[in-house]
């Protein structure tokens, strides 16, 4: 028989008689496999953007506006438009000009909520469910029998809308059509539609549309024999500056949140990938050397015996391997469990709409296979370097007392990553305040790693430093405890990293994102002062409904508030990926105006028309004043030439360009305002005047200036949920580690309880004394993670203008609570495990 036979049967007989420590191995593997391919699906999610159309399912190619802003310094970089960007009304006959088009059909889509009992009865994110009946033959509907086409002041009613809410062909209903309470009389009901919809005439849409000369998407339907790819390609290449869409790509048009999806996707996925490739290269290398750690004797026997330094390396090498192959089978199956699972929670959360489609394919299994083996093949080479480097004689002596001392390489590579902790910090300090998570955030890892390069040596200086005082606290019961540190540093350390890294995570993760939080929404509600806000959630708020608003005894000024998102394009600000918030409000009046920032240069009277007013630290830095004339690149793609009207003394971080309302409004999505900032004349209460003024106003609310910061709380919620949506993975995955290797320490001291027990010592005094030990080694992590944490959690407070961080307290009683319970339950259950057997026949087990 070959050597490199015999070295791998010896291999797989030694599994048998190591099943803990086999099990910890392969559940660490197992579970990072299984989230390595998660955050593959959602790379591949991200990049494919596949929704199946339901509104459009029936036409095979769908043409919208140009999807994204090609950045002007990188032609190959483009960043999504936050609006839905529209087609020209003439292009509609050029596209049925190109040759294979049988017909071409128009969509336009503008908000329709129903009322019931008065009630608007809103139903997910969108209410943009009006749209015309011409456009219902893209969907494929039909009438139910007995139903007829709309015609003026008539609707037809999506089944889905119809059958949920008791409407029948005949009745009368009312459907709140951008922002105006109007009634119809239901013509119809069209079948098959699953989502909100409502079909209205074609004279009542083009009377409704909010962008005149505009729609929103063509269905192309291809003549006989013609393909639909083939034809959406001619289409590509005949009509500039559109998308041409077929299959599940079509769903990203229909869907306004698919397309903006594709970043905060790629942010999850990159940013818990990374972090799960080093909390897994850390978890796997910990258990992997402490399993190897507690075979010392028998590897020293082996080499004792005639085995070579490379045949022991083998071995090892193998039986890590077997375990690792293994678990990367069962991580494929967990990982499609994961995947989805991750996935539905950020539907959930609405960090993703849940029209996207969860993509997973041989490409990200291969990926997180072959991932987890290098990694697994890593650490077990550098575990087993040293074990099979050692003399036998020597090997023998550290199978009894390893030594703490680490490599001088380890240790090298535990100062590099120290200063890196401290050099992203430092650089952290001086990025915006928008930009510094991305810096800073890293700063929790390269100091996990830097603990767990020098663990043993920490834990050694703990006993030693503390010994004293643990006794003090502790009792005699820690005597033993504080010696057991000491001499297994090294045991310890493999408990220590995980837990070091799972409170890093969790308190530099939440407190980054919570101060972060704090000053985007300051820095938001600074530049606008209301007593009273006008809110809506049925898509809008009317002109009508201003004009009341405007109207009402004790306002001063109402002015209405639009946001979206957009670039400087000329002279360009060299910030494309990160578009600035546009604001629009109405110009300075006698009643004054809604913008609190100063205003340095110009005057805000002037905000009329084409105009814009710049924050100061914008027009510093691409040199422009006022009276310059620069292009703006909406959010829905469109160009305005405007000029500087005003200089403000904006925020340096989150700072917003401010546009007129009439200017901003029919460039956003829905065509109207989604709230009204209003300013009492004197001390009027405008809260009880408007609230008693709009009462027959569906779907309006009005609220004092604190629904200002509430409005865009909500919005930055969705946000933050990303961060603790990382936060809770990647500690889940530390707290199992830690069991995992909690759990082999301790089974692996049977021999040593044993000889305790025959000395006289009892199960409660081992078991007191392992409750003092993982203690020691609970507060040592939580001590480390917490100063780690703070690389991240002062230098984003220090760049917020904020000296103490934000965020609720029990987060850290929270955590320190969680890391007591997975450290103690589990030193119970393994030392009742490992002290089952009578003492004698203890001492007679392998191991330590």
């Not at 009865?121 to 009006?130: C, E, K």
């Not at 509600?525 to 009317?542: F, M």
Request: hydrophobic share 50%; glycine share 10%; with cysteine.
């Amino acid at each position: 028989m070959s050597p490199r036979r015999v070295v791998f049967g010896l291999a797989l007989a030694s599994l048998r008689y190591r099943v803990a420590a086999s099990l910890a191995s392969f559940v660490a593997i197992l579970i990072g496999c299984g989230l390595l391919i998660a955050c593959a699906g959602l790379f591949e999610t991200a990049f494919v953007l596949r929704a199946q159309p339901q509104r459009l399912a029936a036409a095979p190619v769908v043409v919208g506006g140009s999807p994204a802003f090609k950045l002007p310094d990188e032609e190959s970089q483009v960043v999504p438009y936050v609006e839905r960007a529209g087609l020209p009304v003439d292009k509609i006959a050029r596209i049925a000009a190109v040759p294979g088009v049988e017909r071409v059909v128009a969509d336009v889509s503008f908000p329709a909520t129903l009322l019931r009992d008065g009630t608007p009865q809103v139903s997910g994110p969108s209410v943009l469910s009006g749209h015309s009946w011409d456009s219902a033959v893209l969907g494929g509907y039909v009438l139910r029998q007995g139903g007829q086409a709309p015609a003026a002041d008539q609707v037809v009613v999506g089944s889905a809308t119809a059958d949920a809410n008791g409407i029948s062909t005949g009745a009368t209903v009312d459907v709140v059509v951008n922002g105006q309470k109007r009634s119809f009389v239901v013509t119809g009901i069209a079948e098959h539609v699953r989502q909100t919809a409502f079909f209205f005439s074609p004279a009542d849409t083009q009377r409704f549309s909010p962008h005149p000369g505009r729609v929103d998407l063509v269905g192309v339907f291809p003549s006989e024999g013609v393909d639909a790819g083939d034809l959406a390609a001619r289409v590509s290449t005949l009509i500039p500056d559109v998308s041409v869409l077929t299959g599940d790509d079509r769903g990203a048009a229909e869907f306004l949140g698919v397309a903006n999806s594709r970043l905060p996707l790629i942010l999850l996925a990159a940013v818990f990938g990374g972090m799960v490739l080093v909390v897994m290269a850390l978890v796997v290398s910990a258990t992997i050397s402490l399993t190897v750690r507690q075979r010392r004797q028998e590897i020293a026997l082996l080499r004792a015996t005639g085995a070579t330094p490379k045949q022991v390396h083998r071995m090892v090498l193998a039986e890590t391997m077997v375990v690792g192959a293994i678990a990367a089978l069962g991580g494929v199956v967990l990982g499609s469990l994961l995947g989805n699972r991750i996935f539905d929670t950020s539907v959930s959360l609405g960090i993703v709409p849940d029209e996207l489609l969860f993509q997973q394919d041989v490409i990200a299994f291969a990926a997180g296979v072959l991932a987890t083996l290098a990694i697994v093949y890593a650490a077990a080479w550098f575990a087993a370097l040293a074990a099979a480097r050692a003399r036998p004689i020597q090997a023998l002596a550290e199978a009894a007392i390893p030594s703490a001392k680490v490599h001088p390489v380890r240790r090298t590579g535990a100062v590099i990553c120290a200063a890196a902790t401290v050099l992203l910090a430092g650089t952290t300090v001086f990025m915006p305040a928008d930009t510094a998570a991305a810096i800073g955030g890293p700063a929790v890892l390269t100091g996990a790693i830097a603990v767990a390069l020098i663990g043993p040596e920490i834990m050694t200086f703990v006993a030693d430093r503390f010994g004293p005082f643990i006794r003090r606290v502790a009792g005699r019961d820690a005597t033993l405890a504080v010696i057991n540190s000491r001499a297994r540093a090294v045991a310890f350390a493999a408990v220590l990293t995980p837990i070091t890294l799972a409170s890093a995570v969790a308190l530099g993760n939440v407190y980054s994102e919570t101060t972060a939080q704090k000053a985007q929404v300051a820095a938001y509600t600074s530049q606008l002062k209301a007593d009273a806000v006008v809110s809506t959630d049925t898509g809008g708020i009317s002109p009508d409904a201003l004009a009341r608003i405007r109207s009402t005894p004790g306002v001063g000024t109402a002015s209405p508030l639009v946001t979206s998102s957009g670039w400087i394009e000329q002279p360009y600000d060299g910030n494309g990926s990160d578009p600035l918030r546009l604001l629009g409000v109405s110009a300075e009046d006698q009643g004054g105006t809604v913008l609190a920032t100063d205003v340095t240069r110009g005057s805000l009277k002037d905000l009329t028309g084409d105009t814009v007013a710049l924050p100061q630290d914008v027009a510093d830095r691409l040199t422009l004043k006022v009276g310059d004339k620069i292009t703006l690149r909406l959010g829905d793609g469109a160009r305005a030439q405007v000029t500087v009207v005003a200089l403000l003394d904006s925020p340096s971080s989150y700072a917003s360009m401010v546009l007129p309302a009439e200017l901003l409004t029919p460039h956003t999505t829905s065509g109207l305002p989604a709230q009204v900032l209003v300013k009492a004349a004197g001390s009027n209460d405008v809260v009880s005047a408007l609230t008693g003024r709009l009462t027959d106003w569906p779907g309006l609310s009005v609220g004092d200036a604190s629904a200002l910061a509430n409005n865009f709380q909500a919005r930055a919620d969705v946000e933050a949920m990303i961060n603790y949506l990382l936060a809770v993975l990647a500690i889940a995955y530390a707290a199992i580690a830690a069991v995992n290797t909690l759990a082999v320490a301790v089974l692996g001291r049977r021999r040593e309880f044993g000889a305790q027990r025959l000395a006289g010592a009892d199960r409660g005094q081992i078991r007191r004394m392992l409750f003092v030990e993982g203690g020691i080694v609970a507060v040592a992590g939580l001590v480390l993670g917490t100063i780690i944490s703070l690389f991240t959690v002062l230098p984003m407070a220090v760049t917020t203008g904020q000296i103490v961080p934000s965020g609720p307290i029990w987060v850290f009683p929270g955590v320190v609570v969680a890391v007591f319970l997975i450290v103690w339950p589990v030193t119970a259950l393994s030392a009742r495990l490992a002290m089952r057997r009578g003492p004698i026949e203890a001492v007679t087990l392998p191991g330590q």
